[in-house]
Nanobody, 125 residues
């Protein structure tokens, strides 16, 4: 069982930056692929970024590539999402998620076994 707690959301102006953190409980953090997803009102949950177990490989949605950076520190059981050059369309609830699977379907929400409660990110224009 893995419990995930996100933090770092808030209100920021367009062009600004935020850093989200996701702290995981348990001793098996390093055995999970980690992902970030987001969900805006009236829209489906969408993939944002994912990172391999070792942190050596990262994956991004086209809409955030070049602006967002996912990273992890296994010794701290924490995954991060650094968000730069934020746009109003980035406004959403952001969720971190953990997957015990092979990671080949890392873009799909149902690949992930555990989810955090979400943190709100609001970007004003």
């Amino acid at each position: 069982q893995v419990q995930l707690v996100e933090s770092g959301g808030g209100l920021v102006q367009a062009g600004g930056s935020l850093r989200l953190s996701c702290a995981a409980s348990g001793r098996t953090f390093s055995s999970h692929v980690m992902g970030w997803f987001r969900q805006a009102p009236g829209k489906e949950r969408e993939f944002v970024a994912a990172i391999s177990r070792s942190g050596g490989s990262t994956y991004y949605a086209a809409s955030v590539k070049g602006r967002f950076t996912i990273s992890r520190v296994n010794a701290k059981n924490t995954v991060y999402l650094q968000m730069n050059s934020l746009k109003p369309e980035d406004t959403a609830v952001y969720y971190c998620a953990a997957s015990q699977g092979p990671g080949s379907n890392r873009y799909r929400p149902n690949e992930y076994d555990y989810w955090g409660q979400g943190t709100q990110v609001t970007v004003s224009s």
